[in-house]
């Protein structure tokens, strides 16, 4: 039984990841298992709150509705599994405080131990992060936190302000230190693999020897338009409420989709 654990980062190709494994389970469902966040809410609620407070008990909780998540499920299904959520790692550094990915190696440890617990201690699991370079990933943070909250401050302070959670390689050490010998701990840059036809779905399929005969190549999902930090920022300075606000953002993200859509 082998196993591919993704739990992030976020910023770093998860969209494109879990979009086209869903849009090509008519060809995978066959080869291929599938669990991404919709399978696993109350998992990933708790992984939130867990960032945030760190605590035993927020812990359990995560271990416990992580566990719940395979009670349905047939263990005795041998084809590969690919669980694939970045709120896995916890929140979106900036959100709730959260100012690091330092939760994320506890949470996939404790991921890995009740995934042996339900498919025994041969499963084979590896634990895959994407990555990305640092300056890139925080402008797309950066971009990220301008639609999810009331952020002002410009780019430079927010990027001096969150460079620790931009700092891949050693949340990644740490997941290994943390993991030990329960799996494999193992990365790929976005920029590698996002050019490739398939993107990172192509990488995580080769981590679990799935062959990619008859998949389709597959388009860039959630890519930051050209000068939308500036328009997001705009707006978030203004004086409208939270509610105008809110759908003042609806708007502009819908008139750069029109936008990309005559472009293509």
Known sequence: MRILLHPGFHKTGTSSLQRGATAQMDMLGSRLQLMLTPDLIEAARAARHYSERR??????????????????????????????????????????????????????????????????????????????????????????????????????????????????????????????????????????????PLGPLGAALRHLGVTTEGLGALPQHNTQPENAARDFLALNRSAMGDKALAEAKRKVLRRYRRAEQSDS
Not at 92 to 102: D, E, I
Not at 109 to 120: C, D, E, M, T
């Open 55 to 196: 605590t035993d008990e927020y812990l359990d909780h995560f271990t416990t509705e992580f566990q719940h998540a395979f009670e349905a499920r047939d263990s005795s299904d041998r084809r590969p599994l690919l669980i694939s959520s970045e709120v896995l790692s916890g929140h979106l550094p900036g959100l709730r405080g959260v100012k690091t990915y330092a939760a994320t190696p506890i949470l996939a440890r404790s991921a890995v131990n009740i995934l042996h617990r339900y498919y025994g201690p041969e499963a084979q699991i590896t634990v895959w992060f994407t990555t990305r370079t640092p300056e890139t990933w925080l402008r797309s943070l950066y971009w990220q936190n301008l639609r999810a909250q009331r952020l002002t401050e410009e780019f430079e302070p927010f990027r001096d302000r969150m460079a620790p959670a931009a700092d891949h390689a050693r949340i990644v050490g740490e997941a290994r230190r943390c993991i030990g010998s329960l799996a494999q701990v193992e990365t790929d840059r976005i920029e590698d693999i996002g050019p490739e």
